[in-house]
């Protein structure tokens, strides 16, 4: 955290995680199960897209340390 301390982003990542992500974390941590999501996650998935066409996307594939690496950016 200290590292980026001085980022414009610091502040809003640091909440980020002290309230959802350290969360994620605790077996204890009381969420719904994966059944709820299941018809979501489907339709989500079901759908028939191409990144490089949408509006101002752009796709690349890199290949680096022998892997290759897909990137998304604008």
Known sequence: RRRFRRKPWHRLAERFSDEWDQASFDPAYETFPLEHFEER????????????????????????????RVTLGV
């Open 41 to 68: 996650i489907r339709e989500v998935f079901g759908r028939r897209r191409i990144a490089s066409r949408q509006s101002g996307w752009k796709s690349s594939i890199r290949r680096r340390g022998g892997q290759l």
